[in-house]
T-cell receptor
Framework: RKEVEQDPGPFNVPEGATVAFNCTYS??????FFWYRQDCRKEPKLLMS???SGNEDGRFTAQLNRASQYISLLIRDSKLSDSATYLC???????????FGKGTTLSVSS | NAGVMQNPRHLVRRRGQEARLRCSPM?????VYWYRQLPEEGLKFMVY????????ESGMPKERFSAEFPKEGPSILRIQQVVRGDSAAYFC???????????????FGPGTRLLVL
């Protein structure tokens, strides 16, 4: 079983749509959780950290359910510029190795 | 630009040659991480270093791969006797500086794309 599993994608949505990505992690000892964004042939960039209380950053909302070992990312009012691969990431301890999912590709069209 | 620097950005090697990838962490950062992304795969952790120390090398292949982060200068990922399967994007990340929102936030460099012919 993979340590971090994500929806396989790709997700193809029109501008303005709401899209949700899901992610599960296998190790209950995981401590920190993130969503990163990776554009084609570029480096990953931190989109947001994910907290048990849930957190929102503009059009992006992240949720964590520790009991179910489940993480989600909701994007509202999709923009063309949101087209990218979204990576679900966990760590066992702050400052240690990041464990990446394979990513879910989002394509937003006009 | 005070971001993470990597060079070269692209590297072509023939089988059996050596590849040296360099990473300069963000200013003030003392922790360096190397990750590898094979074609159509996710990023995989390789090694975590602090100045002059390897903290975690659990993701490093046992042979041909080595990494260092000397007191002065960039971190180096070295691959000896490269094979075609080493072709990948190698990303470096850094953390641990006072400029980080938290000490754990890892910032990535642009990567080195290694092609082994």
């Amino acid at each position: 079983r993979k340590e971090v599993e994500q929806d396989p994608g790709p997700f193809n949505v029109p501008e303005g749509a709401t899209v949700a990505f899901n992610c599960t992690y296998s190790n209950s000892a995981s401590q920190s959780f993130f969503w990163y964004r990776q554009d084609c042939r570029k480096e990953p960039k931190l989109l947001m950290s994910v907290y048990s209380s849930g957190n929102e950053d503009g059009r992006f909302t992240a949720q964590l359910n520790r009991a179910s070992q489940y993480i989600s990312l909701l994007i509202r009012d999709s923009k063309l510029s949101d087209s990218a691969t979204y990576l679900c990431v966990v760590t066992f301890q702050a400052g240690t190795a990041l464990i990446f999912g394979k990513g879910t590709t989002l394509s937003v069209s006009s | 630009n005070a971001g993470v620097m990597q060079n070269p950005r692209h590297l072509v090697r023939r089988r059996g040659q050596e590849a040296r990838l360099r990473c300069s962490p963000m200013k003030g950062h003392s922790h360096v991480y190397w990750y590898r992304q094979l074609p159509e795969e996710g990023l995989k952790f390789m090694v975590y270093l602090q100045k002059e120390n390897i903290i975690d090398e659990s993701g490093m292949p046992k042979e041909r791969f080595s990494a260092e982060f000397p007191k002065e200068g960039p971190s180096i990922l070295r691959i000896q006797q490269v094979v075609r399967g080493d072709s990948a994007a190698y990303f470096c990340a850094s953390s641990g500086g006072l400029a980080s929102p938290t000490t754990e936030t890892q910032y990535f460099g642009p990567g080195t794309r290694l092609l082994v012919l």
